[in-house]
């Protein structure tokens, strides 16, 4: 019962760092999506995916890049770390339709 | 005008008192539309999908109403468990393109 698996749980990263925040997914989702989320912001869409080969950017891109040459895998990419990417992460998949999203644990960034 | 407002509360209710969110969006399009609790930035978790017909699981009533273009959350009997944080969702027409949240309504239910 994996479901949607997001790593690491915790980054601490310097200004100017780059990485790759992993998620992947078993249950072939066609759908996958990933979000911010700050306090008193609520979740804000990053970058989202319709099926492999194919992304899209959504409310905050800038500073992030994303690619999904897989159905189970959407890894999120941090070119040059700044200090207002701290934030936690969130992973989420579904089918398409009307179906609900399914939520990675989160990754808990900082960077300094 | 934001797609997808919650009053972000906190709402204080005492233990045993019955409860209601709503939440408004602004695309008469919208498809399908969501319940999630989130605990202390925790994951959110799907609490229930909310039906035209309107929907109950167990304690909980979702209401959807397309003519005003919100939807309710009721919930009855708090408990001290439900103090959490519930984000509304909802999804766009074929279930792809964006799906907004709700920057979420928090709820605290006291002893």
């Known amino acids: 019962n994996a479901g949607v698996t997001q790593t690491p749980k915790f980054q601490v990263l310097k200004t100017g760092q780059s990485m790759t925040l992993q998620c992947a997914q078993d249950m072939n989702h066609e759908y996958m999506s990933w979000y911010r989320q700050d306090p008193g912001m609520g979740l804000r869409l990053i970058h989202y995916s319709v099926g492999a080969g194919i992304t899209d950017q959504g409310e905050v891109p800038n500073g992030y890049n994303v690619s999904r040459s897989t159905t189970e895998d959407f890894p999120l990419r941090l070119l040059s770390a700044a200090p207002s990417q701290t934030s936690v992460y969130f992973c989420?998949?579904?089918?398409?339709?009307?179906?609900?999203?399914?939520f990675g644990n989160g990754t808990r960034l900082t960077v300094t | 005008r934001k797609e997808v407002e919650q009053d972000p509360g906190p709402f204080n209710v005492p233990e045993g008192a019955t409860v209601a969110f709503n939440c408004t969006y602004s695309n008469s399009a919208s498809q399908s539309f969501f319940w999630y609790r989130q605990d202390c930035r925790k994951e959110p978790k799907l609490l229930m999908s909310v039906y035209s017909s309107g929907n109950e699981d167990g304690r909980f009533t979702a209401q959807l109403n397309r003519a005003s273009q919100y939807i309710s959350l009721l919930i009855r009997d708090s408990k001290l468990s439900d103090s959490a944080t519930y984000l509304c969702?909802?999804?766009?027409?074929?279930?792809?393109?964006?799906?907004?949240f709700g920057t979420g309504t928090k709820l605290q239910v006291i002893p």
């Open positions: 989420a998949s579904s089918v398409a339709g009307n179906s609900p999203l399914h």
């Open positions: 969702v909802v999804k766009p027409p074929g279930g792809y393109q964006k799906v907004t």
